[in-house]
């Protein structure tokens, strides 16, 4: 039996600058952040040849290419796994439709597994690149490469999407004492709105010349970003991110609605300085900078539901072996 932990994300800076029309003609930057919500994923070797999957429906079946989960199908194609295995997963949050990127982490999470349930050492790269040739290549899917990356490598990293495919990725070097100050600056707010970001990805992915200018912008302010959290400019780290904030919403129809405007609204006139919707919109939870001290009169005034989180520095990791 194989467990792996991996870590969920959030996003400050340049999400959508990651996806393919856009990086390949001119690069992209992205500000993430790992945080200590997470998917596990279980694997386990089975009595008989048959192969188990339990997740939000339980699948029994004789063959890999029975398989109705498109992640686990081809993962366990890519890795040469035909049969005589049971797969569980569990998530700390909701794994649908909340804009953490739960569909990447657990893909990373399984990879993990797998690998170390054939007995193959594996590189956080690697487990990055399969799930990215899985998501993006193998079975079509719409959207970026930031969710992937942050999976595997944990932290909170300035991400740069290159045009011939490669992927730098710079860790935020702060100490303990000025990350903390950081954390406690940012307040996590769960709308209890779930969605569906494929509908949101494809007409994004359908405008991005058009709008190419404002993913230009979001690039540029991924750098001021990371360079602002090394100073501790708390107003003009939630200005950065209202300004990509107000980009982001410019790139299509979807990424936010009139319950999300009239709570992002609500939020700056309590006292935050910035924020954002999490992930590709419509959805999920908002994050927002401001001061400790005006947090409870934020989190009063949207009545929503706050998740106290720290940050993750390990991505994902192997958590149980078991040979018996």
């Known amino acids: 039996m194989i467990i792996t ?38 694997v386990n070797k089975k009595f008989d040849n048959k192969i188990r999957i339990s997740y939000s429906k339980t699948e029994m079946v004789d063959s890999v290419e029975d398989i109705e989960h498109p992640s686990v199908r081809e993962s366990l194609k890519l890795l040469g796994i035909d049969g005589g295995i049971e797969i569980l997963s569990i998530s700390d949050i909701p794994s649908k439709g909340t804009g953490l990127g739960s569909s990447s982490t657990f893909l990373v999470g399984l990879l993990n597994a797998l690998h170390a349930y054939k007995g193959e050492l594996t590189s956080r790269e690697e487990l990055a690149r399969e799930a990215v040739l899985i998501e993006r290549e193998i079975l079509k899917e719409p ?63 359908e405008e991005v010349i058009k709008k190419e200018e404002y993913y230009d912008e979001m690039k540029e302010l991924a750098y001021t970003f990371f360079e602002a959290v090394y100073k501790a400019e708390y107003p003009r780290i939630g200005a950065i991110m209202d300004a990509n904030w107000k980009n982001k919403k410019k790139l299509t129809d979807g990424i936010s609605n009139d319950i999300i405007d009239n709570l992002y609204e609500l939020a700056m006139k309590k006292g935050a300085y910035g924020g954002k919707l999490i992930g590709a919109g419509g959805g999920g939870f908002l994050l927002f900078v401001c001061e400790p001290s005006d947090s409870d009169d934020i989190i009063k005034a949207l009545s929503l539901r706050k998740i106290d989180f720290d940050f993750d520095f390990e991505g994902s990791r192997i958590i149980y072996v078991s040979k018996d």
Do not use: C, W
């Open 5 to 42: 932990k991996t870590p969920l994300r959030i996003t400050f800076v340049g999400g959508g600058t990651d996806i393919p029309e856009y990086y390949r003609k001119k690069g992209g930057a992205v500000v993430s952040a790992a945080i200590n919500k997470y998917i596990y994923v279980i």
């Open 143 to 205: 959207g970026g490469k930031q969710d992937q990356y942050m999976a595997a490598y944990g932290g909170i990293n300035l991400m740069n999407f290159n045009q011939d495919e490669s992927v730098y990725v710079r860790p935020l070097s702060i100490n303990a004492k000025s990350l903390e100050d950081f954390r406690n600056h940012l307040l996590l707010l769960y709308t209890g709105i779930q969605r569906n970001s494929t509908d949101i990805h494809k007409k994004q992915r």
